[in-house]
């Protein structure tokens, strides 16, 4: 039979043989984004340092911030007990600088995480090295204000002589090498920079408008596998490879863009899941510039502000959180051997935090997961997932209800309610679950609290991928 | 290739090909034990109701003591909120009686979970149907004295005509049909009732004795999916199919029956997973019905009892239990689709709720799970999983050691000591982890607490019976 892997991934030494439905190709979804969609003041880039072994592979990314106007940074890292050294510097470098940081460096192939002292030394040198780039494009001396990303092999130590080598060749100086743009191929480089075992590069732009002024979002993320984000602003307890960044021409106040950011990623990218393992270096990072702002007639920069002007702040937020939605649910989409895109609904909880454990407990089981590969109706298991963890108050078994929402839009499919299964048409339950996008609702009937979660199926690709990883 | 599945249960419809090392035989671990070596008092079978499709295999047991003592009966039972029928009525049974029950009676192929009100008069029915032949055995009316257990295919009604029929040719005047028994042969046709997706029947035996007086112990169980328990006492609070009975022929009291049973399960039973995911079925039961023990010259039956005899009740408890831990051993030995036996060491903890809360944490990674499979030393992922959950006190990565230990004795491996990485010989590291059995453990430096996990790994075979579990 026709593999769609190249022989060079089957075990070899392995005897028994499966046969599986191919994995749909995801590269539609990376679409070209007309120049003038992407925000002002910004030139990124992505390279090949040599991180990764296959010879022009993007393995580096450059973001910088050429505004005149000072930049506002917001970040959201792991909760992991085990930050990565990236993680670590980033959030001294916010801390340090009160909320103001204007470039970003990322690498793929090694994550620097849980690599000792050695890895800390690796971090503050891509740092420094970018800020030397940023010295260049403004001209003055500054503070770090470079914001580090690594993804990756956990435990090993990056390769940073290539990786310090990579970032001098955009240097002002250095005219042949240097790639360093604002056009869709720059900000596209700067996309693939990022990934590993993504199948596409994951770039968005769009526009809002506050008060009749436009401004523009663009955004850039990976997975896809250790996905299970739990993040929270630099301050946040310790506990969640997702990378992330948001970049706007808008003009924000940094306490508003953490209060924002940290909104916006409670309701995306903490409500995703590939396979329920949560990294050492899960980091969003937002960026706000101003270049698109006006200054009053006073000269002084007009920041969006909470305080200042709620209702501004609250079209900036709202937009933030539904492209941080559209930005998560393509790390989901492009999941280590997805072949489905399941939204998991839970309603009628006692509150949001019982609805979210709810559709997380669902959006990691493995049995309901593999059922999904299968395309086995089996909601029995959605059901004992539901059951499996104790919620602010006990579910009442006799109020729960469970359906398959086609995502079509034709008639839900009942398969429990109030606690009494339903004679199931298991054609059409079949038929709902071979579709690509599917819904599973679960109602708790215990209060008016609601939470979405979007997951994955768990296939043999998803095996393969994670048995072989590092070699 | 040669494979080692059956042709019919390769997807046909799928159009990519996965090769991979063959799942190991575990039959060599079904051993037949001398018929001497079971608790007295007991008769037991296994037949062919017709719950299972395939004709002979056997998918309902029945256990009866025949103890003219009272049977003292304890038990734990899942605590996932959508408890399955049999689990409800087995709950009553026990609560009624105070803490007696004299028979099991078991069926596999359908879990009679999620199944409302028809679902709780068939588990009464199953019930009825066996004190009946309680009844015939010691020729007086009881109360109900059945404990009912239910496992498979979650949401699906049991077909209780064909259960009924099969618990009736089990009556006495039915010479023919009639097989219970105290044999091997009617211990391992009991065994054979419990088995699901099991590649073998978990069935083991031995003997223990206080002060001089020798007791039998016999027990059996079943996994093999959905195995992540979290069972308490009747009594305990809401939350995990894994089914089980330990009988013995001594006499205990049924409070320290149950105190017995419920210290032993939370080292056993409550510390194994195969997919992390908890059933609405796990049910242990523990049945001593002294038809072993000795009555002092008034005739009274001397019970083995906390109260009265600590040290005498600490011997039973500490045998309980290492014999609890090798029947859940064999569930994850036997766990879907296994190839490796992996024990999961914490150490240093500041609680022994830490240590067991990191050890299942560490279990249950999907991508600790694949690596496994993979026979990829990505020890990278342990870190990120012990990482991942709030303790009760934080992680200081400082702290925390992580070793390979291979099971032959030879020497650990170190792979992180004290947050710094060792410089890894990965050859080494292979050479463990090819192994069947290995241990991984975590030392994190936080206190002198400790608990231990056992699990499997994630192959593509796992995916394939639960891509179709139910087809």
Redesign the interface.
Known sequence: ?????PKTT??????????????PSKTHLHKPIPDVAFPQGYVLTGIHAGVKKVPGVQDLGIILSTSIHPTSAAACFT?????AAPVLVSQQVLDENGGRARAIVVNSGC?N?????QGMEDAWAMAKATDTLLEQESRHKKTSETLVMSTG????NLPITKILSGIESQSLNNTEARTLGSTFEAWERAAKAFLTTDTFPKLRARTFSIRGKEYRLAGMDKGA??IHP?MGPPSG????TLLGCILTDAAVSPTSLQTALTYAVERSFNSISV??????NDTIVALANGAASVSDSSGWLQEIDEQVDPEGYEVFRNELTSFAIDLAQLVVRDGEGATKFVTVSVEGAPSYEDAHKVASRIS????VK??L????A????I????????LSQ??D?TK?SVSFVPTDGSTPLP??VN???EKVDEARASEIIAAEDLEIRVELGLGSEAAKYWTCD???????I??????
Chains 1, 2 share one sequence.
Do not use: C
């Open positions: 039979m026709a593999s769609i892997f089957i075990f070899k030494r392995f005897s028994s043989t499966f046969t599986s439905k191919p994995i909760r992991n007990a085990f930050k994550a995480a849980v690599t000792g002292k092999v956990i435990g090993q596998g250790m739990n307890q310790l506990h969640a396979d329920g393992d949560m990294s050492t990691t089981s493995a049995l593999t059922a590969f299968g395309e086995d089996n909601w029995g298991r059901l004992a997932a539901t059951g499996s963890i104790p006990p579910i078994p729960v398969l429990l606690g009494e299964p768990f296939s043999y690709e998803y095996v393969r994670n048995g072989d990883y590092r070699t």
